[in-house]
């Protein structure tokens, strides 16, 4: 079954919000949400080698992250 990558970061984005609603402190929803992406790389998007799959779910991670700290700059504006 194929998913879009952009699914993924979705998921991993409301994963994140549900930990936080439960009370992770913040400052460490940018680390859950690299944990989350790799763990989501290596089951749902394997690649050929593990490298590329873990380099792949970094990348998904880090791209949740990111949208989140820019929700979090568009809000204060």
């Known amino acids: ?23 992770v402190p913040k400052k460490f929803i940018p680390l859950v949400s690299l944990g ?15 490298q590329l799959t873990l380099f792949k779910g970094v990348l998904l991670g880090l791209s949740a992250a990111g949208l989140f700290d820019i929700t979090k700059v568009a809000k204060r504006k």
């Open 36 to 50: 989350t992406g790799m763990l989501g790389a290596v089951f749902i998007v394997p690649e050929a080698t593990i």
């Open 1 to 23: 079954m194929t998913y879009s990558l952009p699914i993924i970061v979705a998921a991993i984005l409301s994963i994140n919000e549900v930990l936080k609603r439960v009370g």
